[in-house]
């Protein structure tokens, strides 16, 4: 009995070829200016781009930027600020219109609407403090204050306290009018008393009691007692 035997050789089919797709791309340009909606580059293939959501800081002219594009007609997009040719400053958009601007002067935050919320303790220390609102409120269960100096300026002040205390080394008040109305006790301690009127001195009272312990002196043009 007779064989042949032949060798069997393994057989590859060809892999599917992937569907075509666009093919992005990175580059980098130069910003040349910047409108409201489109950025314009300095690149001879994109000449505009916008700002991509994850790109936070705003491209400014001259800026080196990192850009994406899928081809000639789809959308390029800015992804990063490279370089610039201001690096102390910086604008920096958040989604809602908020911006964060800085610069050798300092930080200005500009938004419709800032709340800042703690659990624990607050603390600002500044050289100079400016506040300035059309209105405000303030709830301060127990508030503890320090001024070297004090001034203020109003047109209208109301204050409603339960109680009032101060203590003051000397009052100065100059008054054009001064109503006050006590309905209990109106108590004066003072080491000496002086009242001066320069027209009429009215004194209305149910009973009224003068005790001196030492010289009592009346003096007037004239003088009607009882």
Same mark, same amino acid.
């Given at each position: 009995m007779s064989a042949t035997v032949h060798s069997l050789h393994p057989q590859?089919?060809?892999a599917a070829a992937a569907p075509a797709g666009p093919a992005y791309g990175?580059? =980098?340009a130069t910003v040349a200016a910047v409108s409201e909606e489109n950025i314009l580059l300095d690149h001879p293939d994109y000449p505009e781009a916008r700002q991509a959501a994850s790109c936070l800081l705003a491209p400014e002219p @001259?800026? *080196?930027? $990192?850009? *994406? !594009?899928?081809? !000639?007609e789809s959308t390029v997009y800015i992804l990063a600020v490279l370089e610039r040719t201001r690096p102390q400053a910086g604008n920096l958009t958040l989604p809602g219109g908020t911006q964060l601007t800085a610069d050798v002067q300092g930080l200005t935050l500009n938004s419709q609407? #800032?709340?800042l919320n703690t659990a @624990?303790?607050?603390q600002m220390n500044s050289g100079e403090l400016d506040l300035n609102a059309a209105s405000g409120n303030m709830r301060i269960k127990h508030w503890r204050g320090w001024f070297d100096t004090a001034e203020a300026h109003a047109v209208n002040v109301k204050l409603t306290a339960k109680t009032l205390s101060s203590q003051v080394g000397r009052l100065i008040q100059r008054l054009v009018e001064s109503f006050r !109305? *006590?309905?209990? #006790?109106?108590e004066t301690r003072a080491g000496r008393v002086h009242v001066s009127a320069e027209d009429h001195h009215h004194v209305n009272a149910g009973?009224? =009691? !003068? =005790?001196?312990?030492?010289?009592v002196k009346i +003096?007037?043009?004239?003088? +009607? $007692? @009882?």
């Open positions: 590859t089919r060809p990175l580059s =980098t @001259g800026d *080196t930027v $990192l850009v *994406t !594009h899928a081809g !000639h609407a #800032l709340s @624990g303790r607050l !109305h *006590t309905e209990g #006790l109106d009973h009224i =009691t !003068h =005790t001196a312990r030492g010289f +003096d007037g043009n004239k003088i +009607d $007692l @009882g």
